[in-house]
């Protein structure tokens, strides 16, 4: 059974740095694409960043471009996502998902997911 902890969010100001965690246990990490995903409160689950299992591709949604980076230790079964610049409307439950995929795909779809952390939150304070 595949499970996925997530860990390092918290309250940081606007302007601040946090830098999450995916921790990936009951499988090997290179099977998978990852995501990162995250809920805003009153707001659809959206996709913040994925990245290919042979980790050539990336993709950012639109908001987060040049501010956050998603990477890989496929070795440690690790997915950080390094997040700079916070802004308040970053505020939500972060999720992480893994999901099987063509090896140079970072699919940006929900439905190609099928592992989900519990989530963690990070608030932005203005």
Do not use: H
């Not at 610049?85 to 999901?99: F, I, N, Q, R, V």
């Amino acid at each position: 059974q595949v499970q996925l902890v997530e860990s390092g969010g918290g309250l940081v100001q606007a302007g601040g740095s946090l830098r999450l965690s995916c921790a990936v246990s009951g499988g090997t990490l290179i099977r998978f694409a990852m995501a990162w995903f995250r809920r805003a409160p009153g707001k659809e689950r959206e996709l913040v960043a994925a990245i290919s299992r042979n980790n050539i591709t990336t993709y950012y949604a639109d908001p987060v471009k040049g501010r956050f980076t998603i990477s890989r230790d496929n070795a440690k079964n690790m997915v950080p996502l390094q997040m700079n610049s916070l802004k308040p409307e970053d505020t939500a439950t972060y999720y992480c998902a893994a999901g099987p995929a063509v090896a140079g795909r970072a699919p940006t779809s929900q439905s190609a997911y099928s592992y989900w952390g519990q989530g963690t939150q990070v608030t932005v304070s203005s």
